[in-house]
T-cell receptor, first 111, second 114 residues
Framework: DAKTTQPTSMDCAEGRAANLPCNHSTISGNEYVYWYRQIHSQGPQYIIHGLKNNETNEMASLIITEDRKSSTLILPHATLRDTAVYYCIVRANTNAGKSTFGDGTTLTVKP | DGGITQSPKYLFRKEGQNVTLSCEQNLNHDAMYWYRQDPGQGLRLIYYSQIVNDFQKGDIAEGYSVSREKKESFPLTVTSAQKNPTAFYLC?????????????FGPGTRLTVL
């Protein structure tokens, strides 16, 4: 699996967009970008994933650069309940589903 | 409700005792996983199983054992050989299909060895 690099922590004002970056410069052509988040003392929750096109669902948007070496998770209107650790994972769908969860980005949404 | 259950939420054991953590899923997923999480760190893979009666070691399997006798169940035993067993343990199962390969996690079991 390709290695990912994320900032250790970020702050965001409530109601504003939260933009969480992820670098994955060694990503392979068959590897997807997945995002999960983990609220304190709970299991991680799937947010969104993509291969090369931008994706949007009810939780977030995922923007992947054209060269696929980086991506940004966007929470359009952050709330206090979005405070969590956000993990960016790069994984092919053929590797038995094993995921490497790094330390992620701790997002703190402030009132 | 469909999902993954782990029990108990908190578990205390004395040093030197084996302990088994439960993980059950009713999502009809073939693949299941066990991760360990230490404070302030990411998840590390202990064991995974892609199908009933088969399982593979992950990155930190030493001191742990698993079984997969039923599709719905993937219990993890933390043995006395595990040098530092106090941690948060997470179980997951995987949905896979065209264009998707998503893991669903249980609520976790926090194990404290005294």
């Amino acid at each position: 699996d390709a290695k990912t690099t994320q900032p250790t922590s970020m702050d965001c004002a409530e109601g504003r967009a939260a933009n969480l970056p992820c670098n994955h410069s060694t990503i392979s052509g068959n590897e997807y970008v997945y995002w999960y988040r983990q609220i304190h003392s709970q299991g991680p929750q799937y947010i969104i994933h993509g291969l090369k096109n931008n994706e949007t669902n009810e939780m977030a948007s995922l923007i992947i650069t054209e060269d696929r070496k980086s991506s940004t998770l966007i929470l359009p209107h952050a709330t206090l309940r979005d405070t969590a650790v956000y993990y960016c994972i790069v994984r092919a769908n053929t590797n038995a589903g094993k995921s490497t969860f790094g330390d992620g980005t701790t997002l703190t949404v402030k009132p | 409700d469909g999902g993954i259950t782990q029990s108990p939420k908190y578990l205390f054991r004395k040093e030197g005792q084996n302990v088994t953590l439960s993980c059950e899923q009713n999502l009809n997923h073939d693949a299941m996983y066990w991760y360990r999480q230490d404070p302030g760190q990411g998840l590390r893979l202990i064991y995974y199983s892609q199908i009933v009666n088969d399982f593979q070691k992950g990155d930190i399997a030493e001191g742990y054992s698993v079984s997969r006798e039923k599709k719905e169940s993937f219990p993890l035993t933390v043995t006395s050989a595990q040098k530092n067993p106090t941690a948060f343990y997470l179980c997951a199962s995987r949905s896979s299909g065209a264009g998707t390969d998503t893991q669903y996690f249980g609520p976790g079991t926090r194990l404290t060895v005294l």
